[in-house]
């Protein structure tokens, strides 16, 4: 498979969230175990991945080191979107060994979280091929970690769902419950919905999504739907409206779900229950 070449979020976006982790690991006090080194000792050392994943996060990575050492040398082997066999080296950094030393964890904690959402993505969107259907993210995101696990996925070869309420209109059930149906629900969406705000509902059944077809909504979520009634909701729309599967998805289950003609199928274990994929950072 040819790596994704991916357009790195900005550093404005990553570096709050390394300083933050950073600074959680300093503590009150700083590195106390850095004082064992000299403070003019040079480090090499190179990341490389211990079992099969995609790779995500390398730019968080470097900052880490940046952070602590502004004059580190951080050389990309194998970039964010790339496969990487057991054993391959993603990338190799130098500098101040006091300061990479005090970086390390930060480094591969960020890098190690991205990785594996990614790679467990990639397992998702390997399981629907051949099918029309794509496979997106949640909000279900690590607090203060959104941008950064939406991006894995990206990398990972998903798509993105909203990144926050202000995205678009997402009616779900208990908004349905509120205001009193589907219809009185996608009436008031419609009222206040600006010419650039799409409108995504949700719906548990066959019967609600045709109370919504009239509404023309740009998106209707079919929760929790049967493999058969999937099916006749695409029949049912034609084409005319983005059909988005969730709820109980699975690898297990995510290829029957993609087979029924679902044009999405969004996964909340994407991000909030990928395993970290074990990187190692060894002196060379």
Known sequence: MTPLTLTSLPS???EPVVRAALAEDLG?????????????????????ARRDGRVAGLECARLAFALMDPEVRFEIVLADGGDAPAGAVLARVEGNARAMLTAERTALNLLGRLSGVATLTRAYV????????????????????RALEKYAVRCGGG??????LDDAILIKDNHVAACGGVAEALTRARAVAGHLTPIEVEVDSLEQLEQALPFAPQVVMLDNFSLDDLRRAVAMTAGRLVLEASGGVSLETVGDIARTGIDVISVGALTHSAPV????LDAV
């Open 12 to 14: 404005l976006l990553i």
């Open 28 to 48: 009150r006090a700083g590195d106390v175990t850095a004082a064992l080194i000299d403070p003019a000792a040079r480090l090499s050392c190179a990341f490389a």
């Open 126 to 145: 390997r399981a629907v091929a051949g099918t029309r259907a794509r496979i997106t993210d949640t909000r279900k995101t690590t607090p203060g970690l």
């Open 159 to 164: 798509i993105n769902h909203r990144f926050g």
């Open 277 to 280: 994929l074990d990187i190692g």
